[in-house]
């Protein structure tokens, strides 16, 4: 189970929803988001409708402004509960299509150009658990969730480039 509350004002003020599951459209409840207090469970939240836009993982916690979660805006339009798992394994490729194997993680890595000594991934393969892939080293820049399947290009991660600084796993079970 997981339980989020968005409030349209900083400092957890104004009108407020409180969401249990995935929602592909939260327009309807609120039409801006300037804080958000996490009560169980991970999640990631999108800037547009449909899971769409720039994502941002929250954990248990509180965020009393846009900014507390790396937000550009106070726009979040869609959020999806990330699952909770025990165990993490994905597969990096220096090439498109599962060409040029790099390495095999199980284990967060806070800097795959150091780990590695490449500077693109260009596909994975998230063979267990969900995994958070950002831009930069030391879990920064843009995020992007990666569930268990096939990324054959950066594009189906949602990525404009092959630049991968970090990846973490998603642990949170609370």
Request: hydrophobic share 25%; aromatic share 14%; glycine share 8%.
């Amino acid at each position: 189970m997981g339980k989020i509350t968005f409030y349209e004002e900083r400092g957890f003020q104004g009108r407020c929803y409180e969401c249990i599951s995935d929602c592909p459209n939260l327009q309807a409840y609120f039409s801006r988001c300037n804080s958000i207090r996490v009560d169980s469970g991970s999640w990631m939240l999108y800037e547009r409708t449909n899971y769409q836009g720039h994502q941002y993982l929250l954990r248990r916690g509180e965020y009393p402004d846009y900014q507390q979660w790396m937000g550009l805006s106070d726009s979040i339009r869609s959020c999806h509960r990330i699952p909770y798992t025990s165990s993490h394994r994905l597969r990096l490729y220096e090439r498109d299509n599962y060409r040029g194997l790099v390495s095999e993680l199980t284990e967060d890595c806070s800097c795959i150009q150091d780990r590695f000594r490449v500077h693109e991934i260009h596909s994975l393969h998230v063979l267990e658990g969900c995994w958070v892939l950002y831009e930069l080293p030391n879990y920064r820049g843009r995020q992007y969730l990666l569930r268990p399947g096939d990324y054959r290009r950066y594009h189906d991660w949602g990525a404009m480039d092959a630049k991968v600084g970090s990846l973490r796993r998603i642990i949170d079970m609370y």
